[in-house]
């Protein structure tokens, strides 16, 4: 999948280094000379220096055609547009970062295929608290078809000391990441869940509650 991620700094470092392996092609782009020099040397990987709200420095940099466009300025309009000018070199689904939660539905209604703000998602947790404990991040995708959560592993649970490959749940959701001491690990089968990992989990809307359920069952 090619992935363009425009701006951004501690974010952009966080979804590069999720993203950075063989299956993907990353195209970084960012306006800010230091970050530039710092995503590059922290990853290894190419960042171009440039504006992702121009077409031309777009295309120059290699994002024409990708699969997804993420924006992560700390500037909600500069995000917007951004995500307008990708539409317009046939990038595929652009997600951008709000700082404003009242502008997640204003840019979804504007076209925008996928708003994030992490205050909306906030305030979605503290409302769904008392069935989701333990929950750190949940969203939805595609009309509500995909369910995306984040979850803490803790001591307690289950899971914990466990494989991929023991808690078997191919068939009903996919763990796409685990987040261990600041690093993203892309697991496999023998991947282990260790206590305070976050792990990153897709599945459906119809897996959603079976799923939470199996990872909030206790010892």
Do not use: W
């Not at 974010?11 to 230091?34: C, S, T």
């Not at 502008?103 to 708003?115: A, E, R, S, T």
């Not at 703000?117 to 769904?128: A, C, D, K, P």
């Amino acid at each position: 999948m090619k992935i363009t991620i425009a701006d951004g700094v501690n974010g952009a470092d966080y979804i590069i280094r999720l993203f950075n392996n063989k299956q993907n092609d990353l195209v970084v782009i960012n306006e800010d000379e230091d970050a530039c020099h710092y995503l590059s040397i922290n990853n290894d990987i190419p960042v171009v220096r440039g504006r992702c709200t121009r077409a031309n420095d777009m295309r120059e940099a290699g994002a024409e055609n990708s699969d997804l466009f993420i924006a992560l300025s700390g500037d909600d309009y500069k995000n917007y547009v951004a995500c307008k000018t990708a539409k317009q070199l046939n990038i595929r689904r652009c997600i951008a970062r709000v700082a404003n939660p009242k502008n997640v539905k204003i840019f979804k209604d504007l076209g925008i295929d996928m708003v994030v703000s992490s205050t909306y998602l906030l305030g979605e947790q503290i409302r769904n608290m008392s069935s989701i404990e333990n929950m750190v991040n949940a969203l939805s995708l595609e009309d509500e078809k995909i369910f995306i959560l984040e979850l803490r592993v803790d001591e307690d649970m289950a899971v914990a000391g466990k494989t991929l490959q023991e808690i078997d749940i191919a068939n009903k959701a996919t763990v796409s990441s685990v987040i261990r001491d600041g690093k993203a690990i892309i697991p496999n089968g023998q991947t282990q869940f260790m206590v305070n990992d976050k792990v990153l989990i897709v599945t459906t809307m119809d897996c959603k509650e079976e799923i939470v359920n199996f990872f909030e069952r206790k010892k």
